[in-house]
Structure formats: C-alpha cells, structure tokens
C-alpha cells in the first residue's frame, strides 16, 4: 500500500474515532444496532461512556499501527492483501 494511501485510511479511521469520542458519536450509537457493525459486536450494550473508552483506546492502537506503517512499508498490508 502506498504512503498516502496509508495516510487517508488512517485519517479517515482517527476521524471516525474522534467523532465517537468528542463530537456525539458515542450518544448517538449507544444501543443502536448499528454500533454493533460500526464499532464492536458487544457495543449495543455499552453505554457512551463504555463506547467513548473503546474510541480512545482505538484512536491509541490506531496511532501505534499508523506510525508503524510509515516507519516500516512491508506493515501497510490489510490482513494479507497485496502488499
């Protein structure tokens, strides 16, 4: 995957992110069914405060993977595309 490919996905991901964290998200999808296909099988039952835990924790292990990615090319692989 190529440099700026790397970087879109990881900034739509980290915008994703901080919208359930600080801009409502998490209000919004607490107990929804659709927060179960956009953040976790378990989150229907979480409250916005559970969901904005998992989006800092996300936006952590986002941040760690993204970094990784740009100091290390042969890591840009989604579960065994083409690298």
């Known amino acids: 995957m190529s440099l700026p490919l790397w970087i879109a996905v990881h900034a739509l991901d980290a ?46 292990v986002c941040a760690i993977s993204f970094l990784a990615g740009v100091f290390v090319p042969s890591l840009r692989c989604f579960y065994g595309g083409a690298c």
């Open 15 to 60: 915008v994703f992110w901080l919208w359930v964290l600080r801009w409502g998200g998490a209000a919004w999808l607490e107990g929804t069914f659709a927060s179960g296909f956009l953040v976790s099988i378990f989150a229907p039952r979480w409250s916005a405060e559970g969901l904005r835990m998992f989006a800092l924790l996300m936006l952590v």
